[in-house]
Structures are given as structure tokens and as C-alpha cells.
């Protein structure tokens, strides 16, 4: 899948203070303790300049897994 490993990468970079080994297209990118309104800034920040795409907070409070971000990028 287009994206992917540069998405699951670019996510494990955000996510610096949890154990991301686990990680993968399936994982609940917001469901752990690091998840806040600047982490949010980060994704938003990298999709559009790592992947030329924008994304609105209200888009990605919809999607719930790596794999819907990477569909979303690759629409």
C-alpha cells in the first residue's frame, strides 16, 4: 500500500515516548496516552508536507487506524 511504511514511520517519530514496536496498519493511532491536540498538530503538519495532502482536525477525528490515514492520503 502506497505510503505506508513513511506513514507508520512519520508516526513512530510523533509518538517518541511510547512503545511503538507494535505499530502497524491496523493499530488505533489515537488510542494510547500521547494522543493530544499537539500530536494532532504533528500529523496534520507532516500528511500535508510529507505526503501533500490536507487534513482538517475534523477528518482525522473520523478515522481511527493507521490504514484510514494511509486510504485518506492516497485518495
Known amino acids: 500500500?502506497?505510503?505506508q511504511v513513511e506513514l507508520l514511520n512519520a508516526l513512530k517519530d510523533i509518538y517518541?515516548?511510547?512503545d511503538?514496536?507494535?505499530f502497524d496498519i491496523k493499530t488505533e493511532f489515537k488510542n494510547n496516552d500521547e494522543w493530544d491536540s499537539?500530536?494532532?498538530l504533528s500529523l496534520i503538519t507532516i500528511i500535508d508536507?510529507?505526503?501533500?495532502?490536507s487534513?482538517?482536525?475534523e477528518k482525522i477525528k473520523e478515522l481511527n487506524?493507521?490504514?484510514e490515514l494511509i486510504?485518506?492520503?492516497n485518495e
Open 55 to 57: 487534513i482538517s482536525g
Open 65 to 67: 487506524t493507521i490504514e
Open 20 to 22: 511503538t514496536s507494535s
Open 49 to 53: 508536507q510529507e505526503f501533500g495532502k
Open 38 to 40: 499537539m500530536t494532532a
Open 1 to 3: 500500500m502506497k505510503n
Open 71 to 73: 486510504l485518506f492520503i
Open 16 to 18: 517518541q515516548d511510547i
